[in-house]
């Protein structure tokens, strides 16, 4: 099944948009997980094995495993996602961007190596440093276009000499020139929704990341408003630290499952 399919499954027979962000602080971690082997994948085993039913999309942030040099984690992870729940998609945040022949290896890092169902990747070096993501028709490329940083405008909402904003421009040309395969989608940020609302404009109904809720401020009422699609889905709505940090006592994955629930209800209001 391709991801997109996944994904419009997840959005339709378990009627939510939100994506849980798989980023291990350990520091941040109860005593009690902190302390055991593997702990990282102890951690995230049980985060999933309480949010599972909520999510269309789980989001391993991969500097989160390469900074503790605990890839072997990222993999059991994956390994018991894809053994336990093979139905929920898994977007590899790496947003990767290389000339094209090193662009080809982080390809097969992510849909290979770590056999994600889509990947980020950044768009600043050109079509040709996509195409080797997108010759995987069955797999996601998920294309930043305006991140949730606080700095993103600076070179993001910049005007070309056409008039328009560098952000509109990239989810033009992602939607009518890069899209051959039907396998694109893009990043807006949470805390951009005017920028969103365009994106949403420009694209139709392109499957749309949207992180920065919880810790970075987004808003989830101007977040639907601006970018469901004509089918009220097309959203992929990522929390990471609000949820998988909510509580740091042994009570961490009841509460994430609570946040999840809270944020999948908030969404499905609007929708
Ligand atoms: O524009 C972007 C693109 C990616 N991210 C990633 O999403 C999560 C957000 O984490 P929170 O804890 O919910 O803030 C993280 O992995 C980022 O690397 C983003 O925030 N903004």
């Given at each position: 099944m391709t991801f997109y399919q996944k994904l419009k499954d997840r959005w339709q027979a378990h009627n939510t948009l939100v994506c849980v962000g798989l980023d291990p602080l350990p520091e941040q971690f109860p005593a009690t997980v902190a302390d055991a082997p593997n702990a990282i994948f102890a951690f995230n085993r049980a985060i999933i094995d309480a949010t599972h039913d909520l999510v269309c999309a789980y989001k391993p942030q991969i500097a989160h495993y390469a900074a503790l040099a605990a890839e072997d984690q990222l993999q059991q992870t994956l390994d018991y996602l894809r053994s336990q729940y093979p139905d929920i998609p898994i977007l590899l945040d790496s947003k990767r961007g290389d000339i094209g022949s090193t662009a080809e290896q982080y390809a097969r890092e992510a849909?290979?190596?770590?056999?994600?169902d889509a990947v980020t990747v950044n768009p600043y070096m050109g079509w040709d440093t996509i195409q080797p993501f997108a010759q995987y028709r069955d797999r996601g490329v998920i294309v930043l276009c305006r991140t949730s940083n606080p700095s993103a405008g600076e070179l993001q909402n910049l005007h070309l000499d056409s008039g328009e904003p560098l952000f509109e421009h990239v989810a033009r040309i992602a939607a009518r020139d890069w899209n051959a395969n039907r396998n694109l989608a893009l990043v807006v940020g949470a805390t951009a929704p005017a920028e969103l609302a365009r994106v949403r404009q420009i694209v139709g109904d392109m499957p749309i990341l949207v992180p920065g809720l919880g810790a970075q401020g987004g808003d989830a009422e101007a977040v639907l408003q601006a970018g469901l699609n004509a089918q009220r889905d097309g959203l992929i709505i990522n929390s990471s630290r609000g949820i998988l940090y909510?509580?740091?006592?042994?009570d961490f994955a009841a509460a994430a499952r609570h946040e999840t629930e809270t944020l999948r209800e908030l969404a499905n209001r609007y929708r």
């Open positions: 849909f290979e190596r770590y056999g994600a909510a509580s740091q006592g042994n």
